[in-house]
């Protein structure tokens, strides 16, 4: 076997080594896989937005972004969810107004407000985490188009256009 037939080789099998690594976790996010903490955090923004069908994958993502902002934004969650059990709110507005004057009322509105407006920092550098699924937009998305550059709305591409009824003549 010469060097660059077992070059080659080497190469090839630790190629396939590395990709056999990255195949669940890409699988699992292709799959749009739910942890249980982006779970626990899906179910009290459910509560807190009063919205069912919240994108889990816009829910990992402002999740992960609450995380990295706060240290100890998990344990914040953790009380948050144990006030609600414990006291068993009508909705979030009575759950905002017995957290009035806490630490945990911040935290409620940061998670309300990410759902809402896609984003949770302030300034020119603050990343958007939803834009077309920000809550925001939902409620009159039949009749107003979102804001945006794009003619048709954001990602407009993705969409099947309308079919043609009559051809045109040139």
């Not at 302030?122 to 958007?128: H, K, L, S």
């Amino acid at each position: 076997m010469s060097r660059r037939s077992l070059l080659m080789v080497s190469g090839a099998v630790g190629f396939g080594m590395v990709a056999a690594s990255f195949r669940p976790a890409v699988a699992q996010a292709a799959a749009g896989a739910v942890d249980e903490q982006t779970s626990r955090f899906l179910a009290f923004s459910r509560f807190a937005t009063g919205h069912a069908n919240l994108d889990p994958l816009v829910g990992r993502g402002l999740l992960a972004a609450l995380q990295a902002q706060n240290a100890g934004f998990a344990a914040q969650l953790a009380a948050l969810a144990k006030t609600v059990a414990d006291t068993a709110p009508a909705d979030v507005e009575a759950l905002e107004l017995a957290l009035r004057g806490t630490p945990l009322h911040d935290t409620l509105l940061l998670i309300v407000r990410g759902w809402y407006s896609g984003v949770i920092e302030d300034g020119t550098q603050a990343r958007v985490y939803a834009f077309e699924n920000a809550l925001m937009y939902q409620p009159a998305r039949d009749v107003v188009v979102i804001p945006t550059y794009a003619h048709n709305g954001p990602n407009y591409w993705v969409a099947e256009p309308a079919p043609v009824e009559q051809m045109p003549n040139f």
